[in-house]
C-alpha cells in the first residue's frame, strides 16, 4: 500500500506539473599505448653550421594514459541543467618529465520555450598542464600548455519538420602558458550555426546538414618581465563542414563530409590561407560494441606567405596537406560494467616548405595507438 504523504506528494507532482528527473554518471579508463613525434618536431634542422637529425629532433614514448569523467543531469519542468568534470593524464614511460595533466568542466542549461524552441546556455573552463612548444606552429610559437574560459548562449528550434536548427553566440579567452620572458593569450568571439533535416528511407533515419561558425580571433604577445604589449594579431575565421549521415543499417553509419575553412589577417594581410577538403567517418553501435573511425585529407593554401627550400624561395605560396584517420572503439565484458577500448590516431603534414632553417611551417607525422579498459558505475 503506498503511504499517504507520498500519494499527496505524487498528486501536487501532477496538479502542477513538475516532475524532477536526477542522473549521474561515472566513468574511469585506462590504456596503455605509444605515441611517435608528441612535439610534432621536423625531421631535421639546421642551428647554424650543425644539422640536427631525427635522433635530436623527436621525442617518442609508451604512455600509460589515466580518463576520468563525472557527469550529473537534473531535469525539472522545462529546465534542464548537465555537468560534467573530465580529468585525463598521460604519462610518458621513456621521457616521463614530459608527461602531462588535463581537466575540462562544463556546465550547460537548456530551457524548452515551447514545443518547438529551446533556450541554450553553456560555460567551459579547460586548464592543459604540458611544457613545451608546439612543433606544428605555423606563425606564432604556441606553448603547450594553456588555460581556457569559454561561454555560449543561443537557441535550437525547429524550422521545419524533422528539422534541428542551432544559433549560439560565444566568447572564448585562452591563455597560454608563459614561455622565457614571452607570455601569448587570445579573446575570440562569434557565431556558431547547424542546421540538420532528417528524413526516413527504408525504414532508417538519413540525415544531412551543416556547421561552422564565423569568429574573430584576437592575440595578444607580451613581455612577460613588464607586462608590456608586444605584438597583436586580428585574424577572422569562417568555417562551414557539410555532411551527410547514410545509414547501412540500424547499427552501422556512414558520415561523408566536406569542410571548408579560411583565415583572413585583417591588421597586415599576410597571414591568411585557405583550407578545404573531404572527411568520411564510420560509427557502429550496437548493445556491447562502439567503434568510431574517421578519415579526412585537407589542403591549406596560404595567401601571402611564400614557400622555401634550403637555397631560398620557390616562388610559390606555402602549402600544406593534412592526412588524417582516428579510430575510438570499445567492447563491454559480461554485466559488471566493464569495457575493452582502443584508439588509434594518426597526422602527416606535408608542406613545399622544406628550408632546413627553420622549424615554422615544416612537415611532420604525429601517431599513437593504445589499448585499455573501462570501467562505467
Known sequence: MMKTPTKILLA?????GTWAQERQGFEVETQSGYEYNYFKSPRQVRQGTVVLTEADLIASSSYQDILMDYDYRYKWNRNR????????????????EDSYWSVLATAKYDYDLNR???????????RMNREGLDGAQDVLINPLGYTVYGASSGLKFELFPKNETVLEAFYNFKDFDAFG???????EFGVKFGLQQEFGSNGLDHKYGITGYVKK???????????TTEGERDWNYVKVTGFYTYPISET????????????????????GF????????????????????KVSYLTRNYTDFEARDTNGPLGEKIRYTYADISLNASHKLGNGGFSLTATAYSRVRATNYTDIDARSFR?????YAGLGIKWEL
Open 12 to 16: 501536487l507532482l501532477i496538479t502542477t
Open 181 to 187: 620572458v614571452r607570455d601569448l593569450q587570445y579573446n
Open 363 to 367: 612537415g611532420y607525422r604525429n601517431q
Open 217 to 227: 580571433r584576437l592575440y595578444d604577445t607580451f613581455n612577460a618581465s613588464d607586462v
Open 116 to 126: 518547438n524552441t529551446e533556450f541554450l546556455a553553456e560555460v567551459v573552463f579547460k
Open 274 to 293: 585557405d583550407q578545404l577538403g573531404p572527411g568520411l567517418g564510420l560509427k557502429f553501435d550496437d548493445d556491447r560494441t562502439r567503434f568510431r573511425a
Open 81 to 96: 541543467i548537465r555537468l560534467s568534470v573530465s580529468p585525463f593524464a598521460r604519462l610518458f614511460q621513456e621521457n616521463f
Open 252 to 271: 552501422f553509419e556512414l558520415k561523408p563530409s566536406f569542410v571548408y575553412y579560411t583565415r583572413t589577417d585583417v591588421l597586415v594581410n599576410r597571414s
